[in-house]
């Protein structure tokens, strides 16, 4: 008869799998589809300028994304919690009902592998949760590590709140989440698709590339690191 060794079956009950989601999961970057949706939806087409014209700037200067994501949230000040989580429920039903190709199939047979194993998955990313927890519950993915917004008032403040879940932050992020439930890092997998996402797949055991960014693919071939197509 075969017994199972007690140590193996309690670290691998403690691993994770830790997906990056935008162009990961997904074909769409949530941050900026909302945003779009948000600006047609309140009709406020001098912030929606103001914000276009700042975010061109910063592509043009080649700006580190996590400068670029603290500024795209600077544009939430004065918007009300309640409002966004509102346009948020619409935004995603439309993205949805609109994108035949928004899910990367063979990234979500990778996730739910892994909960078939009973391996929980967690998403980490730089986006937030209003608009990440629709995607978690159509997955049945439990845990997010996102984007967090100061609040005031019931009014964003255009402040994030630390850690910031884009590049190192990612990394961070995962350690403490992994600490907290007492996981492994050497057994859990995770998943990303860009260059910042290197310090996600390098503090876990099994990572797993999902090929778009060539950087990103060619640092996994001289580590020999797992590459997935998104499709």
């Known amino acids: ?9 309690i670290v691998e009950a403690r691993s994770y ?7 990961t999961l997904i074909a769409d970057i949530t941050m900026l589809s909302f945003q779009d949706h948000w600006y047609r939806a309140t009709g406020e087409q001098a912030a929606q300028a103001a914000f276009e014209q700042e975010m061109a700037a910063l592509q043009r200067q080649g700006a580190p994304r996590e400068r670029v994501h603290r500024r795209y949230y600077a544009h ?21 009902r609109s994108r035949t190709d928004l899910y990367h199939s063979s990234v979500i047979a990778e996730l739910h592998r892994h909960q078939a194993a009973g391996r929980e998955a967690v998403f980490v990313s730089g986006s937030f949760p209003a608009l990440l927890t629709r995607l978690a519950r159509r997955l049945e993915v439990r845990h997010l590590l996102a984007t967090t917004m100061e609040v005031v008032d019931g009014h964003y403040t255009g402040r994030i709140l630390a850690p910031q879940t884009i590049g190192e932050g990612k990394a961070s992020a995962i350690a403490d ?20 996402d290197l310090p996600m797949l390098k503090a876990v055991g099994h990572p797993t590339v999902v090929r778009g960014d060539p950087a990103l693919a060619a640092y996994a071939e001289t580590a020999g690191w797992r590459i997935v197509a998104p499709q």
């Open 17 to 23: 799998a830790f997906f990056d989601v935008d162009e």
């Open 1 to 9: 008869m075969f017994v199972a060794d007690p140590a193996v079956s």
């Open 177 to 196: 989440f992994l600490a907290r439930k007492g996981g492994s890092a050497e057994h859990s997998h995770a998943y990303g698709d860009h260059l910042s």
């Open 76 to 96: 939430f000040a004065g918007r009300a919690v309640a409002e966004v989580e509102r346009q948020a429920a619409a935004w995603f039903e439309h993205l949805e």
